[in-house]
């Protein structure tokens, strides 16, 4: 009990750790599932299977074969990606298989066979042969469900199974609703209201369906029996039978899988899945680092801790870091380092030691190795050390004043990159690394695109505006200048880094980063964004003379934060496919006829697909459509039963109510949400102890936000000031919304 008083103690006078806890814990519960174990991105595949081969592979083929890709991808991602991989591999050997079943002593695995029934549709058939493979067997599992079968009465036999042996003998046995199986949908509102048979005890839910069911059925025999085939015949002239699965045991006790195609996944998918998830926690935890070092910062500027803790939370879920905390770019690391650097040289300006102008520009060379392109962002940082040791001197005074810490912060770039360009000359094939990846990087993609297409898309365009991924920018932006007078030249670093960002990709062909969510290449810009509004954060924290400036603050924030829920809880790519598969043909253009018209020369070539008009119009906007796809989730969890309710959510596309009528054929392939506790739901109820470990997980992440955010929101609104209502009221809501998330599990 002392330890744990101890801890307290500390974290109560330490709230940044607080604002950590509070920052990776809310990221944690919010990281998805790596697209099925695919990923967000391609250089979050490169650095995943980089950091593979280095921690798992002991041939190291993959390093071996790709790490040319390093002229592309830097060595920071796999790198932070290492010790996640070797933390997950054990634990995906021991996962339990998504493909597989229990029933009784064995898992059965789920295979697709043409569907059997008297229903017409597409490779329907009355007789299904399972080809078996000869032996002598003493047990035969089948797992199996019926479909358009409420009308059947309970102990109908709708087929029949018949075993056949070596010498001839042939057995039949019944296969009945309500017995060996029954509905699939047996709880949806409107069979419930009409099924005449029972529901024997199902063995599963079906994958990603938790409202579908699996029926399992075992025949065992006298004595083992040496079967040559079996035959399954559907007997009714309605309803459908399913052949999910198929096992037989031989009289040793070995269980051998019957034939089909397997449903989802291999053995070496399910690992590669149990891996890879694991994998995201690394962005997490260096964007909960960043959160924190904007606070540092923040109070490295002469800001109070009140100030600081609210920029810091409100950098955390009122911008992109939110969303990109869940996502394997690099983008978070990059943007962690260059924050690392920032508050590195404060420090080194307030101090004067020599140490801090050396860590500095070993942070700034990290991020440049994690993505090459920072290396704009050294030399404003470069003029931000020269600036920050003026103080009261000179210009001339304070050029030779910053001559060694300038060398100081140099040293990594100039002591490490000079010999690595030469040994990779010398390792590697100069002209691939140098002529075609370096200097021929550059010409593909930079420098063709006119300038205003570029920078007023990331700045306003209605798909991909960075105003409007973060509208809180809206009221940090017009403090700019406030702040520039509050601290003079060290705004440079403030200004310039995001600025040099914005410019800098104005000019690329993709300028908005790709399929994703918002600007990607402008998140490194974010948190130096939130922190010049801090001179208003303080004048509404510590001296409004009422509470109105403190809502509408809150407001604001409230708003950003839900854009930012929007691209949390959706895999962006849901709607991108949708518009690409579904919506672009209909439209004139591929809609470009609405917005992006002199941006389709260069969309149109791009490999992903001509996404102009989601870039450009607003009537395609990932902003509306995503609104659009949560409103249908929401409705398919809360009245799963009213598929009328669900089809019109659907069909009132965001670009109908705008007098576009392109209804995509398939709405409903846009619904899911991305979060890794539900997928993890959905995939495994077969399997009750691996649910409970996922639940003990939550809550233990759930408990660990809001024991944080108690203690957190005590810094932020002191008793003394008389706010505890606010303090009560945002415990309240945090309260609130862990409870809503625990619900939509149940939902399920």
Known sequence: MTQVRRLMGWSRARPVFLLFLVAFTFYSMSLGPARNGSGYSADGTFAFEMAKSVMIDRGHAYLRDQNRN????GVGLPTAFMPIVAFAE??????????????????VLLVNQPALGGTPGPDVRRELLLEIE?????????VSHSGLSAGFTQGTEIARLELTDTTGLSTEHPIRVGIETAEWAYDRGDVRAVIQHDQPPPVARHIGNARAYYYGATWRFDSPRELESARITYLLPDGNFYVDGLALRSPDGDWIDGPGVGRVWSERQNREFFRRIWVALANAFVSALGVVLVARIVRRLNYSERVALVSGLIYAVGTMAWPYAKFDFSEPLVTTLLLAAVWLLLIHGSSGRQRYALLAGSVAFAAVLTKYVSVIAVPILLAGLVIG????????????????PALLFSAPFLVVIPPALVAAALLFDFHLLYVSELIGGLQRGWLELPFRLGLVGLISSWGKGVLWYNPILLVTLPVLPWFIRRHGWRSLVFVGIPLAYALLYSRKQVWYGGNTWGPRYLVPALPLLVIVGAPLFERVLERARSWLPGVALAGVVLVSASVQFMGVAKDFISYLDLFQQQVAGAVPQNGAIYGGADYQPW????????????LYAYQFSPLLAHAWLLRADAVNLIAPDRTDWLADALGRTPWLRFGIDAVPANPEHGLGLDFWSLSLTESFLAYPGFLFWVAALLLVLQFTALGA??????????????????RFLSIGAFAALLISFDTLHFML
Request: charged share 25%; aromatic share 12%.
């Open 70 to 73: 390093f002229a592309r991808w």
């Open 90 to 107: 054990p634990l995906a050997r021991m996962a339990p298989q998504r493909d597989r079943i229990p029933l009784g002593e064995y898992d």
């Open 709 to 726: 955010w108690v203690g957190l929101s005590g810094r932020i609104w002191p008793s003394a000031r008389g706010v505890w209502s606010f």
């Open 603 to 614: 969309s149109s070539i791009q490999p992903e697909g001509d996404f102009a008009a989601v």
């Open 389 to 404: 040791a003026r103080s009261e001197r000179t210009w001339r005074e304070t050029l030779r004043h910053s001559i060694r």
């Open 134 to 142: 000869p032996g002598a067997y003493d047990r035969l599992a089948l």
